[in-house]
């Protein structure tokens, strides 16, 4: 777990303001998956009744390091996500990714409408980022975590370059707006 909350602390640090409105950052039983789909590693969650935001992290798997270890390996060498995002703690960051997404919807960033223009192949990017359910979302974390744990290949795939560019002038424009640097 070491280098799962290390990178959770450099992320709320660039990010305070996602951090912040966390609930709660816990491990969860999550859907074990079964042969037709996988296990979930993370789940996020924005109720906008309540204002709940969780990230969760599956207590099966990362109660066993060395399981969810081979399970990131795997996925990721099968271009299931992006390049040299074999790290465990690329969960936490692909997870974190939806809440920068959140806060963004929040404030009126539209990164729905920002993501759904991107013409890039997101194939090329990962299977994840092509074949989720939410289709936008998933790019736009896929993108978060090529960016902070890709390799050079994933790290410089025009759709993180779009997503990181369109997060990057978000958070800024946000910040001057709230007053803070």
Same mark, same amino acid.
């Given at each position: 777990m070491a280098p799962t909350i290390e990178q959770y602390a450099r992320l709320a640090r660039e990010y305070p303001e996602v951090a912040d409105r966390l609930t709660a950052f816990a491990l969860a039983p999550l859907?074990? *998956?079964?042969?037709?789909?996988?296990?979930?590693?993370?789940?996020?969650?924005?109720? @906008?009744?309540?204002?709940?935001?969780?990230?969760?992290?599956?207590?099966?798997?990362?109660?066993?390091?060395?399981?969810? *270890?081979?399970? @990131?390996?795997?996925?990721? *060498?099968? *271009?299931f996500h992006p390049s040299g995002t074999s790290q465990v703690e690329s969960v936490v960051t692909h997870e974190l990714g939806h809440h920068v997404w959140f806060l963004l919807e929040e404030e009126g960033f539209g990164p729905r409408g920002f993501t759904s223009s991107l013409a890039a192949d997101r194939r090329s990017l990962s299977h994840y980022a092509d074949g989720a359910d939410d289709r936008d979302a998933e790019t736009f974390a896929e993108a978060f975590v090529a960016h902070y744990l890709g390799d050079d290949g994933a790290r410089n795939h025009p759709l993180t370059r779009s997503v990181v560019h369109f997060i990057e002038r978000s958070m800024r424009w946000f910040r001057e707006r709230r007053g803070t640097p």
């Open positions: 859907d074990p *998956g079964d042969e037709r789909r996988p296990a979930a590693l993370g789940r996020s969650t924005w109720n @906008v009744e309540t204002g709940e935001r969780r990230l969760e992290l599956s207590l099966e798997l990362f109660s066993h390091p060395t399981r969810i *270890g081979r399970r @990131v390996r795997g996925a990721a *060498g099968r *271009g």
